[in-house]
């Protein structure tokens, strides 16, 4: 046994290294100047004991959630344990509905308030301060849920602090809110093209990653302090434990329960409701000094059950990539398992599994008989996770099936979403939307809610995350329950005798999920008049009218200026492939500027201006971060790409080399293996 496991490991190994010679040395090659990698790649324990490879400590998260508004205060704190000055660089993610406004940057005990400005210009600073040998720290925002933290000469024994500022809101879904804090960003595949425009704005794809199961040194502490006005009940996280202290029903601190379970590899996640509380449609209004903000909520009604239902088509889109493999495939397994068997016997449906290429179920959709199903059932449980996650292809791929005109086209994709150039899949799918509706589905404990809610966004759909195999049959349901009846159709808002403008986002034209219509804008005059709300429930008519005075004036609510900002920018550069447009970064890197906020084009820096590194002699340190919790080896490593195709089996044989510890780690500087 032990000859066979180590001619199968020598084997596999060399099949890999085969099918991916012609793309990592290329490459190499290519850039042998620059000496950079190019993908997500292991990490090698630094040879040199002088340089601390894990300057960043500890993090601290506190969160004060009143109402539906969270004000998060995230705290880094790095120190040089080794006797080398170094430069340390950390990613880290945040909410996508985050706004990030403000940061403070802490050495020793001299503290500083970092400074938003242009991108460029910060970046400017940052590496002027550094080359100085002054501390310095940098934010950057990469995507708008992935962020880079820089920080510059970091002496031996030395501590650095940065806290970081953000609001969002929490807006509850058929009753229950959630409050969902991630902590790190997943490997993201890198098709070819990205690899070879190695820039700036995509740099931080290339991140160290430690070994499936391995946590970093660092500690992780989470504290949740709530509080609501009306009696909590229902208070619970279904991603880690947590200890629960009241100072009343309406007021409670959550905090981890156990240290030792390292909260860092997978997103917090806090649900709770509110006893006796019925969401009220409503109108919230803040006054400036130089401008004034509301916030305008409306409650759908309920589910209405429609005498016939329409017949639909699905076509399930599966993941099935090397990140997929284990845990976070079984669980969209049964997530699929439950979605087809549920279909009605005068609905159809496909399935295309992806990962570098695609396996069709049919060449057009089958009717959901028990026959057809089956056979679906049959070729997902065979299905293992290897490979890239060309994710586009594949929804083109379902767009190009034969259509029924009297059919309507749901595309339902299930991924974790660890791809990069998402903004690509939306540009796919917004010009598509005569085409199919898009329902995605997030499986795992840390996906990539970028893509998720953005093809939601796109693709005027709603997203659903599933984080475990509990989650998968209620999802299910809720699911078929949005799409056999949406609440409200043909939505209109209009606004009589108050003055309002920059209203977002735009009002939708159907609203699938039991949660509140949120509408943030400025207005200016007096407080009059009323805001009426039509639509249709079914065949009814849904009318609700708003009265506007001065009693909806909070003059405490500083957040609404930021939630608008932050809701404005989404419209303009989250789910937009035009967000290079020069009027459009124009307007973002006002807003930026005006409201304080770290965007795509603004970016915050902070230095201190006393030298504590004379010759600015450094080492560059990237804090590996932690694989997602239930994400294998195989998510880094196992892909390939065209022109170097080698077969099922030799991915296969390929994902075994990879899942064998330390059969690819890759040094640090040099061009990786494509991932997984």
Not at 369 to 382: C, F, G, P, R, V
Not at 498 to 519: F, R
Request: charged share 20%.
């Amino acid at each position: 046994m032990k000859t066979k496991r180590i001619f199968l490991c020598i084997l596999s190994a060399i099949l890999l290294f085969t099918a991916q010679t012609p793309v990592v040395f290329a490459k190499a090659q290519n850039d042998a100047e620059e000496d950079k990698t190019c993908a997500p790649y292991f990490y090698i324990e630094n040879a040199d004991p002088e340089t601390d490879s894990f300057p960043l400590k500890e993090t601290d998260v506190v969160t004060n959630i009143n109402g539906s508004i969270a004000d998060t205060y995230v705290t880094q704190v790095y120190a040089n344990e080794g006797s080398k000055a170094i430069n340390a660089r950390y990613i880290f993610p945040t909410s996508t509905k985050a706004s990030v406004h403000g940061m403070t940057m802490t050495v020793g005990n001299q503290k500083v308030t970092a400074k938003i400005q242009e991108k460029e210009e910060a970046k400017k600073t940052y590496e002027s301060a550094k080359s100085e040998g002054k501390s310095a720290s940098l934010l950057e925002q990469k995507t708008p849920n992935v962020f880079t933290m820089d920080v510059a000469n970091i002496m031996p024994g030395e501590t650095v602090s940065i806290e970081l500022h953000y609001t969002e809101l929490i807006s509850p879904t058929e009753g229950t809110y959630q409050f969902v804090f991630p902590t790190v960003v997943g490997p993201r595949y890198v098709k070819n093209e990205e690899a070879r425009n190695f820039s700036e704005d995509n740099d931080w794809l290339a991140s160290p990653y430690l070994e499936e199961g391995t946590d970093p040194v660092g500690k992780y502490n989470i504290q949740v302090n709530l509080s609501t006005g009306v009696p909590i009940t229902g208070l619970s996280s279904k991603s880690h434990k947590i200890n629960i202290d009241w100072d009343d029903n309406s007021i409670a601190h959550i905090s981890l329960q156990d240290a030792s379970d390292y909260a860092g590899n997978r997103d917090f996640i806090l649900d709770y409701k509110l006893t006796g509380h019925t969401i009220s449609s409503g109108l919230t209004m803040q006054t400036g000094e130089s401008e004034n903000f509301f916030m305008l909520t409306v409650q759908p009604p309920e589910h209405y059950k429609p005498k016939e239902i329409v017949p639909r088509e699905y076509i399930f889109v599966l993941d099935v990539s090397g990140s997929m493999d284990g845990y976070p495939l079984d669980t969209a397994k049964k997530m699929i398992t439950t979605l087809v068997s549920d279909l009605n016997k005068n609905d159809s449906f496909n399935l295309i599994l992806f990962c570098n290429g695609n396996t069709i179920l049919s060449p057009k959709s089958l009717p959901a008989t028990e026959k057809n199903i089956s056979k679906a059932m049959k070729l997902i449980n065979q299905q293992h996770g290897y490979g890239g996650t060309e994710l586009d292809n594949a929804i083109q791929a379902a767009l190009d099936m034969p259509a029924d005109d009297n059919v309507a086209r749901s595309i339902v994709i299930l991924t974790d979403g660890y791809i990069s150039g998402e903004t690509e899949t939306f540009d796919l799918i917004c010009q598509n939307l005569d085409e199919a509706s898009f329902f995605p589905f997030g499986i795992g404990s840390s996906v990539n809610r970028y893509l998720i809610e953005g093809i939601a966004s796109a693709g005027q759909g709603e997203a659903f995350i599933v984080t475990d195999e509990a989650d998968a049959s209620e999802t299910a349901q809720r699911f078929r329950t949005y799409m056999e009846a949406p609440l409200l159709t043909d939505i209109e808002i209009t606004y009589d005798g108050l003055d309002v403008y920059h209203v977002e986002p735009v009002t939708p034209s159907t609203l699938y999920a039991q949660k509140p219509i949120i509408l943030f804008g400025k207005w200016r005059g007096e407080a009059k008049g009323n805001v009426h709300i039509t639509g249709k429930t079914g065949k009814k008519d849904f009318v609700l009218d708003i009265p506007v005075s001065e009693e909806c004036i909070d003059k405490a609510n500083t957040a609404l200026p930021y939630l608008w900002a932050r809701k404005r920018i989404e419209r303009l550069t989250d789910f937009s492939t035009y967000k290079d447009n020069p009027s459009i970064r124009e307007e973002v890197t006002r807003l930026g500027l005006t409201y304080s906020m770290a965007t795509s084009y603004t970016s915050f820096v902070a230095v201190l201006e006393t030298i504590v590194n004379p010759d600015a002699n450094a080492t560059d340190v990237d804090q590996p971060n932690a694989l997602p919790l239930h994400v294998s080896n195989l998510a880094i490593g196992s892909g390939y790409t065209a022109g170097s195709e080698p077969g099922t089996l030799l991915m296969i044989l390929g994902g075994i080399a990879v899942a064998l510890k330390g059969t690819w780690k890759q040094k640090k500087k040099r061009c990786t293996a494509l991932p997984y």
